[in-house]
């Protein structure tokens, strides 16, 4: 079953063509990679598809649904999830804190979620399982500042699954990565596909995004050729 239907999907920022008619479609439970050079479209597409970049033309539909021109907080409420989307805090926070942010994102926003008292037993709960999931428990009071590049990118999954995604769309997760650290990210992302989740992750090089994809894609100049 498709989960996402992207039908001639184009973004243009000025005179700038981000996408150009881009058109595929992703099956429930698949992990497929979208690879291309710098400039060849793929932080394009992740947020054309999560709503960051508005549609000229074209259309997204989401599990049966017409989505097309929703804003990035009401695709995430449905379920379509960027990895990223709830920013950190500027100022020194812990851990453990920005993941509340993230699991009161979709019902207060970002702003009242920011001014949010410490959230309750159960939000407390919800973070420590999604800390325990990401092999952040050790971690959870440390500063986000303090952070390895390994940790950084479990914590960023953490943020994700926060707003429990049906499609978590990822960009660049293991090619930003040491290759020594790679191996344990698509350990996660495979497990996040386990848990019911489709991925759709970009990756500049095919060979690293074969270890976690079943089908690789390929962009240029914001359209699939390959």
Wanted: aromatic share 2%; with cysteine; hydrophobic share 50%.
């Amino acid at each position: 079953m498709k989960i996402l239907e992207v039908v001639g999907l184009t973004c243009r920022v000025g005179a700038v063509t981000l996408l150009d008619a881009l058109s595929f479609t992703i099956e429930e439970g698949e992990i497929l990679a979208l690879c291309g050079p710098a400039g060849s479209g793929k932080t394009a597409a992740v947020h054309g598809l999560s709503g960051g970049v508005p549609a000229e033309s074209g259309r997204l539909i989401f599990d049966g649904r017409e989505v097309t021109g929703l804003r990035p907080r009401e695709l995430a409420q449905q379920g379509l999830v960027r990895g990223g989307l709830v920013p950190s805090p500027r100022w020194s926070v812990t851990i453990a804190e920005i993941v509340a942010l993230a699991v009161l994102w979709p019902r207060l926003g970002l702003v009242a979620s920011l001014t949010a008292k410490w959230p309750d037993a159960r939000v407390r709960s919800r973070v420590a399982a999604l800390l325990e999931r990401v092999g952040l428990s050790a971690h959870a009071r440390r500063r986000h500042a303090d952070l390895s590049l390994i940790d950084l990118a479990r914590l960023r999954l953490a943020q994700a699954l926060a707003l429990r995604p049906r499609l978590l769309l990822l960009d660049e997760p293991l090619g930003v990565l040491p290759p020594d650290d790679r191996p344990a990210i698509a350990a996660l992302i495979s497990e996040i596909r386990a848990f019911g989740a489709t991925v759709l992750v970009t990756e500049r090089e095919p060979a690293v995004a074969k270890t976690v994809a079943d089908r690789v894609a390929v962009l240029a100049r914001g359209a699939l050729v390959a």
